[in-house]
């Protein structure tokens, strides 16, 4: 089955450290996102990737990094920089060149005390 | 800066009821327009906008886009319980690089 998985669903981490989220997805889509949603909030948008070893910063990517060495690949750390870490995390990916919907995964809620 | 607003920010219905969520943008080289669902987790899409495809329906959803008043409604007839979730807007412009930009959503509860 083609999807897009995120792993892990809960994730509990202690201030100061960094953590990363995993994103894999077999669509063979080119492009991937990395999205944070908080209570009661849309979706704002961290970081994107249009095609491999290239990246840019979305809305809010201050304490936030991203790789893309492979295709299915996509993961996101963050890092004790980021004042407000606590939130769901999801990743999505499209095909590129004209009008295409985005396909999420399931999320990660990341929990930092 | 690309906007998108969502109203109401929350809504309580009846099953039976019909529904009819909205959304209003302000986007610089409109190109999209997109309507998705999300119960809990992953958001599910239900329809795409835009200038060559203004109305779109599936079963008791529908969904028209006015690019001249810039908005979008989303309509649900003959609501269900299952309809209970988070509606989410979110808008592409040509010179995003496909990149979307979401409003706060409606919570839409539907009681039996």
């Known amino acids: 089955d083609g999807g897009i998985t995120q792993s892990p669903k809960y994730l509990f981490r202690k201030e100061g450290q960094n953590v990363t989220l995993s994103c894999e997805q077999n669509l063979n889509h080119d492009a991937m996102y990395w999205y944070r949603q908080d209570p009661g909030q849309g979706l704002r948008l961290i970081y994107y990737s249009q095609i491999v070893n290239d990246f840019q910063k979305g809305d809010i990517a201050e304490g936030y990094s991203v790789s893309r060495e492979k295709k299915e690949s996509f993961p996101l750390t963050v890092t004790s920089a980021q004042k407000n870490p606590t939130a769901f995390y999801l990743c999505a990916s499209s095909i590129t060149g004209d009008v295409y919907e985005q396909y999420f995964g399931p999320g990660t809620r990341l929990t930092v005390t | 800066e690309d906007k998108v607003v969502q109203s109401p920010l929350s809504l309580v219905v009846h099953e039976g009821d019909t529904v009819t969520l909205n959304c209003s943008y302000e986007?610089?080289?409109?190109?999209?327009l997109l309507w998705y669902k999300q119960e809990k987790k992953a958001p599910t899409f239900l329809f795409m906008l835009?200038?060559?495809?203004i109305e779109k329906k599936s079963g008791r959803l529908s969904s028209i886009l006015d690019k001249k008043e810039l908005f979008s409604i989303l309509n649900i007839t003959a609501t269900q319980t299952g309809d209970s979730a988070v509606y989410l807007c979110?808008?592409?412009?040509?010179?995003?690089?496909?990149?979307?930009?979401f409003g706060e959503g409606t919570q839409l509860t539907v009681n039996p």
């Open positions: 835009t200038s060559s495809g």
């Open positions: 986007v610089t080289n409109f190109r999209s």
């Open positions: 979110a808008v592409e412009a040509r010179t995003s690089g496909s990149r979307l930009t």
